[in-house]
């Protein structure tokens, strides 16, 4: 593990800072759309170690993409302490056989959220949060 990237060794949210911005990613919220490392697999790459490189991407690229994490498990911060600014109104997208995405400005589980996938079958261990209980 690279002096960029923060873990306690617990799941939950693990930082990667870059020069001009840091990521985090939450593995509790992750339900693996891959979105990150379709569109920047230099900076996103499961086989590297960290797995995130912010550095290898403009910071605006970096942002980008981060922001199509529909799930929510991927943030950012960049150096001027600026984040991501969500939709008003909020979006909602029922995913058939799938999660509820929402992205705008949501509290939830007592957390300021930007993007989040919700249960929708009631199966999941993460309520309100989808763990992909439906998928097994």
Partial sequence: MSGSERSTGEPGPRSYAGSDITVSFDSTHCLHFAECLRGLPAVFDVKARPWISP????????ADVVERC?????????????????????????????PILLHGNLSLSSRRETRAALCACGRSSSKPF???ACRT
Wanted: glycine share 8%; charged share 20%; aromatic share 2%.
């Fill in 55 to 62: 550095d290898n991407a403009e910071a605006d690229a970096v």
């Fill in 70 to 98: 529909p799930s929510g498990a991927l943030q950012y911060i960049r150096r001027d302490g600026s984040t991501e600014n969500p939709p008003n109104p909020t979006t909602v997208v029922a995913l058939e056989n799938g």
């Fill in 130 to 132: 989808c763990d992909n």
